[in-house]
T-cell receptor
Framework: AQSVTQLGSHVSVSEGALVLLRCNYS??????LFWYVQYPNQGLQLLLK??????LVKGINGFEAEFKKSETSFHLTKPSAHMSDAAEYFC??????????FGAGTRLTVKP | GAVVSQHPSRVICKSGTSVKIECRSL??????MFWYRQFPKQSLMLMAT?????????EQGVEKDKFLINHASLTLSTLTVTSAHPEDSSFYIC?????????????FGPGTRLTVL
């Protein structure tokens, strides 16, 4: 069985500050890992995905995530937060053959 | 990138009526589609997985007779909420799985907001 745990249901940062959203996974097979962003009343947009190639994955909007097998983590970071980054972020895990399992989500608030 | 559409984006209906939501993969063939529901400020909960041409597989606790899923083609799946009640009000999101860079990736639709009065 696969699962992800997102630490912190709500993260608040100042504009221009570092964004760090935490995700830990559990998987019995090599995982595929994803980060999605959801704006209010909208579907999910793929930010980036890890598919067993490079451990540091760069995504859209300046986000990146690093796969650390030893820590079973896939934390999402962005060096400098922008007001438009305020949204709900979901980490997800898949074995590539079955459906994705989502974390509970982290709401990012960006203060001016 | 791959695009998944949903129709309608928003629907309001009376209690006891049925509502159909369509999910289409616009530029790729999706052998597998997924239906999720999301309550306010909560994560996505998988309702069912549908493979083209076969019966959907429902998650535990999801009533298959209430949430009818049809996956008649590689680009279209429908979810019908039968005899809707206010507790069925939710945000329904479909997802279609297709190949991207050789890796199966799920692409999500924009969601359908269902309100049952």
């Amino acid at each position: 069985a696969q699962s992800v745990t997102q630490l912190g249901s709500h993260v608040s940062v100042s504009e221009g500050a570092l964004v760090l959203l935490r995700c830990n996974y559990s998987s019995s097979v090599p995982p595929y890992l994803f980060w999605y962003v959801q704006y209010p009343n909208q579907g999910l947009q793929l930010l980036l995905k890890y598919t067993s190639a490079a451990t540091l994955v760069k995504g859209i909007n300046g986000f990146e995530a690093e796969f650390k097998k030893s820590e079973t983590s896939f934390h999402l970071t962005k060096p400098s937060a922008h007001m438009s980054d305020a949204a709900e972020y979901f980490c997800a895990v898949s074995d590539g053959a079955n459906d994705m399992r989502f974390g509970a989500g982290t709401r990012l608030t960006v203060k001016p | 990138g791959a695009v998944v559409s949903q129709h309608p984006s928003r629907v309001i209906c009376k209690s006891g009526t049925s509502v159909k939501i369509e999910c289409r993969s616009l530029d790729f063939q999706a052998t597998t589609m997924f239906w999720y529901r999301q309550f306010p400020k909560q994560s996505l909960m998988l309702m069912a997985t549908s493979n083209e041409g076969s019966k959907a597989t429902y998650e535990q606790g999801v009533e298959k007779d209430k949430f009818l899923i049809n996956h008649a083609s590689l680009t279209l799946s429908t979810l019908t909420v039968t005899s809707a009640h206010p507790e069925d009000s939710s945000f329904y999101i479909c997802s279609a799985r297709g190949l991207a860079g050789g890796i199966n990736t799920q692409y999500f639709g924009p969601g359908t907001r269902l309100t049952v009065l």
